[in-house]
């Protein structure tokens, strides 16, 4: 039999996860892992782990022949992205958790596994301590997976728990989430979709094979979201969350996004509260799988992170199926969305850009529309994001090319209109 494999870990980063991780390799002695060294950014900080451990030098790490794994859980993406380049081209093994990084390097990363055959693995960066990478990689065949609907960050769906089912403010509710350690150091980005977005271009590769950019990808966050959109959706029995999508369409692309959406009561991801994640799988012949887990904070990415290091001892590597041994999918935006929009004023919003307005409410104050957009118009225009203009997509939203003739006629007849 294989013994095991001795890991030395040189770390960087020594903030909520490393920590977390520190001290969850402490009460894991059974792995043979061992952190040699942690370097971080302030010499001068107090810290929970004797002084000897640190350093501030990255070639103590990067350059120590003994280490043979970098764990590197950062929040400087550029930093970041240096760390793993020196480590990968001098022949260690990688385990990041840094999603900007990972999401905005893809090709490189790709390209830098394939010259060295090392590992690279990256479990913590999305949906923390989801095992949902692995099982995207591993047991999910391309031509099955119909779609993936998930809630990948943490710190919106807390603050969304908080403000709409505990009645604190969207300020307090932040305050909160940073001081449980699930926000980002720049919060903007948990609250503007970023991390998310960041997150799902690194799920779109393990789930399709699909190599996007985050730019390219539409999305924003819960940063326009109204009391007022809380109280529509509650008078229709739903909840808003922030939603990455993907879907196939008819014509074998995928579409997608990550936008507020609303979601029906007894969804699985209704079920979602506060720092949690959650992942739909619907796929051919098994239908809908539900993976559930913490989504940040300290242990549970810890946890994420630990499980890669003990991934490396078997020489466990990403071997990006979709990518390299079917045809990877392409992302498109040839489709449409059924939207909610609320808005101040009917001069903010572009009427005759929609495919139809089923429903809308234009008496009180704050109006509120449903009706069908091309995503082109969501993609290339910025309205639905100014003013204090709310978009929230509606629960089932996508709505294939190849329906939408259909559809709009049943709907107008529905209306009366025809
Ligand atoms: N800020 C992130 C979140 C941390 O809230 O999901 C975990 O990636």
């Given amino acids: 039999m294989e013994t095991h494999k001795k890991l030395t870990i040189g770390l960087f980063g020594f903030g909520v996860v490393g920590e977390g991780l520190y001290k969850v390799l402490q009460q894991t002695p059974s792995l043979n892992a061992c952190i040699k060294k942690v370097c971080i950014k302030q010499a001068n900080k107090e810290r929970n782990a004797p002084a000897s ?7 103590d790490l990067l350059f120590d022949p003994e280490i043979n794994v970098i764990v590197e859980v950062i929040d400087d993406a550029d930093a970041a992205f240096e ?9 260690k093994a990688v385990v990041s ?3 900007k990084m990972i999401a905005e390097h893809l090709p490189e990363i790709l390209q830098m596994q394939k010259e060295t055959d090392l590992p690279f693995l ?3 960066a999305a949906c923390a301590s989801i095992p949902v990478i692995r099982n995207l990689e591993e047991y999910y ?8 609907k998930a809630i990948v960050n943490g710190s919106t769906n807390f603050i969304l ?6 009645k604190l403010d969207f300020n307090e509710s932040l305050l909160l989430a940073k001081q449980l350690g699930f926000a980002e150091s720049n919060p903007k980005l948990d609250v503007e979709g970023y991390d998310a977005v960041n997150k799902w271009a690194i799920l779109l590769n393990h789930a399709y094979g699909i190599v996007e950019h985050p730019d390219n990808i539409l999305f924003t966050g819960i940063q326009n979201i109204q009391l007022t959109d809380a109280l529509v959706a509650k008078e229709k029995g739903l909840d808003i969350k922030l939603i990455a999508q993907a879907k196939k369409l008819k014509n074998g692309k995928v579409a997608a996004f990550v936008l507020p959406q609303f979601i029906q009561n007894g969804d699985p991801l209704s079920f979602v509260k506060n720092e949690y994640n959650g992942v739909v799988i619907e796929s051919g012949f098994a239908d809908k799988q539900f993976f559930y887990g913490k989504g940040a904070g300290s242990f549970p990415t810890a946890s994420a992170v630990l499980s890669d290091i003990s991934a490396l001892r078997y020489n466990y590597k990403y071997e990006y199926k979709k990518l390299y041994h079917h045809i990877p999918h392409e992302l498109t935006n040839e489709f449409y969305v059924k939207v909610y929009v609320s808005f ?3 001069k903010f919003i572009p009427r005759d850009k929609f495919e139809w307005i089923e429903e809308w409410h234009a008496v009180a104050e704050r109006k509120y529309l449903i009706g069908v957009l091309p995503v082109q118009e969501l993609k290339q225009h910025t309205w639905w994001k100014e003013n204090q203009t709310s978009l929230i997509l509606t629960a089932d939203p996508i709505i294939d090319n190849l329906d939408i003739i259909n559809l709009k006629k ?7 209109i025809i």
């Fill in 344 to 346: 101040d004023d009917w």
């Fill in 161 to 166: 728990t908080k403000m709409f089912e505990d």
């Fill in 53 to 59: 451990l640190f350093t501030t030098e990255k070639k």
């Fill in 97 to 99: 958790a840094s999603k």
């Fill in 83 to 91: 760390i793993v380049t020196i480590a990968l081209h001098n022949g």
């Fill in 410 to 416: 049943r709907s107008l007849e529905l209306a009366g």
């Fill in 141 to 148: 065949d391309n031509d099955l997976l119909h779609s993936i």
């Fill in 122 to 124: 990256c479990e913590a």
